[in-house]
C-alpha cells in the first residue's frame, strides 16, 4: 500500500506533509515556519488537534483510577489506542507499549532490565543530557 505522502515521483511529498500540520502554515520573518525543537515540543498534526478536542470535549477522565463511567469509557479509548499502536508497531503484546511522559523516561525504563551493567549519570543545565558509562 502506498502512502499519500509519496508522490508518483516516488519521493516524500513535503508540502503534503506540511499541509498535515496547521501551525506550519505561519509564517515567520516572512518564510515558511521550520520547526526543529522537537526535543522540547513537538507540532501536531490536525488529526491529533481534532482528537486531543474530542477527548477533552467528551470524554475526559482518569484512566485506570476510577469505577463511574467516564472513567470506564477514558480507560476503554486509552487501551484501545494502546492496542492501535502495538498492530501498528507489529508489538507481539500490547502490553509491550508503555506510555510515558517524556524520552529520559522512555530510555530509563528501558534500561532497567540492563541496570547491573550500566550506571546512569543525569546532567542537567542548559539541556538535559543522559551520559549511558558501560561498567
Known amino acids: 500500500m502506498k502512502s499519500e505522502l509519496i508522490s508518483d515521483t516516488g ?3 513535503v508540502q503534503k506533509l506540511r499541509s498535515d500540520f ?5 509564517k515567520v520573518n516572512g518564510r515558511p515556519l521550520v520547526y526543529f525543537d522537537n526535543a522540547a515540543t513537538t507540532q501536531k498534526p490536525l488529526k ?3 482528537a486531543i478536542k474530542d477527548y477533552y470535549s467528551t470524554i475526559n477522565s482518569n484512566v ?7 472513567s470506564q469509557v477514558a480507560t476503554d479509548a486509552f487501551e484501545a489506542s494502546r ?6 508497531i507489529g508489538a507481539a503484546n500490547d502490553h509491550e507499549v508503555l506510555f ?3 524520552q529520559l523516561k522512555v530510555l530509563i525504563l528501558s534500561l532497567i532490565p ?3 551493567s550500566l550506571s546512569i549519570v543525569e546532567t542537567r543545565s542548559l ?4 551520559n549511558i558509562i558501560q561498567t
Open 83 to 88: 492496542k492501535k499502536i502495538a498492530a501498528f
Open 64 to 70: 485506570h483510577r476510577g469505577v463511574h463511567h467516564l
Open 114 to 116: 540492563m541496570e547491573d
Open 100 to 102: 510515558t511522559r517524556g
Open 22 to 26: 496547521p501551525i506550519l502554515s505561519r
Open 11 to 13: 519521493l516524500l511529498d
Open 48 to 50: 491529533v488537534i481534532n
Open 127 to 130: 539541556f538535559l543530557h543522559l
